[in-house]
């Protein structure tokens, strides 16, 4: 129901929201102006971390490595006794499933558990989850936005993990520009791949001699010095290093001839160059590259399941020291060959990749990882 009530400030009457509700036995009466959405939450929430994970197949390999660890913050809003209890799915062993919960708990304390894949699992899309007392625990959301005021959003606690075939180099050392607008670093980190973040003074300084690979994460040209740094990132790619940047934009200070080792444009308009169905049809121009061979074979099901779409923001000329790998096209357009090229440059090489990679491995889409993997393997051969 409803009431009105009068604002001394405003000098106008105002609506009010009325709530009556019964909970265990007990009536709750309540008043809020619309201003204020009402909310409730449950006695428990708790959160599960990671929310995503991988767990690649080589690492099913060693019973040591294979085992993955994370933690439950358990938040307690009204004191009780309560047990909370991790289910792990089928093909998994955990060490430690159980929580009780009582008025002497510390809310936000953190719960370790630790989980092992049994022999034989399957590779796949699973999912862990917390219940309370045999029904779905809850977790939840704070957010604030000016139009619609502070809210919560309520969800199931749980973690997704995809397991999948996936071969990465040993002792390969990767150096990460990042522009802080995803987080391609940290799948690359679960991948198995050994990440340096570099920083703005290692940059400067060009001091590059311990990596095989460098990424110039997506936008990153545009708040990061990567063309003040730029002669020395090519000195080094001439030298034997592969050097890989993700999708740009014109306005992220791309500069055409300079911000790469060759001249590489990015097509402006973006609707133009972009492909927006993820499941467009995909044609390998080149099935002998290394970067469709190694260290994963790329088949046709590693393009299957991506979401929102396929890149944008392609390239729309190149030198001739890039050849395209891919051409794609949205229905009833033109196909685009700009989303992923590679160059040879001495003896190194540069990848440009406009495929949303970053966005599929949010999304645990197979495939995304196996291509981004080989993407970032340089084991100093010569790329075909």
Not at 110 to 135: C, D, M, T
Not at 319 to 337: F, G, K, M, T
Request: glycine share 6%.
């Amino acid at each position: 129901s409803y009431s009105w009530v009068h604002s001394e400030i405003l000098q106008v009457d105002i609506p009010r929201l009325d709530f009556q509700f019964s909970l265990k036995g007990r009536n709750f009466e309540i008043s809020v102006p619309p201003d204020h959405p009402f909310t409730t939450l449950p006695e428990i929430t708790c959160s599960l971390q990671p929310e995503k994970m991988v767990l690649p197949s080589y690492r099913m390999e060693s019973t040591k490595n294979s085992a993955i660890d994370f933690s439950m913050s358990v938040q307690v809003h009204s004191p009780s006794i309560h047990e909370l209890e991790l289910s792990v799915p089928s093909g998994f062993d955990t060490d430690y499933s159980r929580i009780q919960i009582n008025p002497d708990i510390q809310s936000g304390a953190l719960h370790h558990f630790r989980i092992k894949p049994k022999a034989g699992l399957v590779p796949g899309h699973y999912s862990l989850s917390a219940n309370l007392e045999q029904s779905p625990a809850w977790d939840f959301q704070e957010f604030y936005y000016p139009h619609i005021g502070r809210s919560l959003r309520h969800f199931n606690a749980s973690s997704k993990l995809l397991m999948l075939d996936l071969t990465v180099p040993q002792n390969l050392n990767v150096g990460w520009i990042d522009g802080g607008f995803e987080r391609s670093w940290y799948w690359a980190q679960q991948m198995g791949f050994s990440v340096t973040m570099i920083s703005d003074a290692q940059l400067r300084k060009g001091a590059f001699d311990s990596f095989d690979t460098i990424v110039i994460g997506s936008l990153a040209a545009g708040n990061r010095p990567v063309n003040e740094v730029s002669s020395l990132l090519k000195k080094w790619v001439h030298e034997g290093g592969r050097l890989v940047s993700q999708y740009h934009r014109p306005m992220d200070r791309w500069h055409s001839n300079t911000t790469v080792p060759g001249r590489l444009v990015i097509g402006s308009p973006s609707i133009r160059w972009r492909i927006t169905d993820p499941s467009a049809p995909v044609e390998v121009l080149d099935k002998d590259s290394e970067l469709m061979n190694h260290p994963n074979k790329i088949k046709s099901d590693d393009w299957k399941g991506w979401v929102k779409e396929r890149g944008l923001y392609f390239a729309s000329e190149w030198d001739e020291l890039y050849h395209p790998l891919i051409r794609v096209a949205d229905p009833n357009e033109s196909s685009l060959e700009g989303g992923l090229l590679l160059g040879r440059f001495g003896n190194g090489s540069h990848i440009h990749c406009a495929f949303n990679l970053f966005y599929q491995m949010e999304n645990l889409v197979p495939g995304a990882f196996r291509i981004f993997a080989n993407l970032l393997s340089n084991d100093g051969s010569q790329p075909s």
